[in-house]
């Protein structure tokens, strides 16, 4: 897997060996990168916000303007066009962080070993979701450690993923 949770997961149930965090000399809290993760479910619901919004069916019930997206307002009321949300909790973790958290859902010490930086990584990465916020209606729910239970419940029960 090339993202962290997934890799975090198959290093507790014995599919890879180790965690490989990648620098730990950003000018952040513990060195590791931060980024933004989001449960999948939040995103999930996002995306249907997303969709209701350009159906016409604003998430938070009050009618609004055509804001930052383009296009006509069919006789229906529905939407065309384009708009652009991040979908994210607005906050960070470090990777550390993402680790020590799933130590915490699965009961075990995960092994991790740092190594270099990869060229182009940045110190940390966010959404800023202000306007989902207001447009959608729809702010994230789960928390980093509630992402990581389910990860470990779903890995735990799949050790072989969708291919068992």
């Not at 060195?31 to 916000?49: C, E, N």
């Not at 930052?68 to 069919?74: K, N, Q, Y």
């Not at 306007?131 to 990860?151: F, I, N, P, Q, S």
């Amino acid at each position: 897997p090339n993202n962290l949770l997934p890799y975090v997961a198959q290093v507790a149930t014995g599919k890879l060996e180790c965690i490989q965090v990648f620098g730990d000399d950003y000018p952040t809290p513990d060195g590791t990168g931060v980024r933004d993760y989001i449960h999948v479910v939040d995103l999930a619901r996002g995306h249907v916000k997303a969709l209701d919004f350009m159906g016409g069916k604003v998430g938070t019930g009050k009618a609004i303007g055509l804001g930052s997206i383009e296009g006509p307002v069919a006789e229906d009321g529905t939407r065309s066009g384009v708009a652009i949300f991040n979908l994210g909790t607005g906050t960070g973790s470090s990777v550390l962080e993402v680790i020590k958290s799933f130590e915490q859902a699965c009961g075990k010490e995960l092994p991790y070993r740092i190594v270099e930086r990869r060229p182009g990584d940045i110190a940390e990465n966010y959404a800023a979701c202000d306007k989902a916020a207001t447009e959608l209606g729809w702010v994230a729910e789960y928390d980093l450690a509630r992402m990581c239970a389910d990860a470990w419940n779903w890995q735990s029960q799949n050790p072989n993923g969708y291919n068992a």
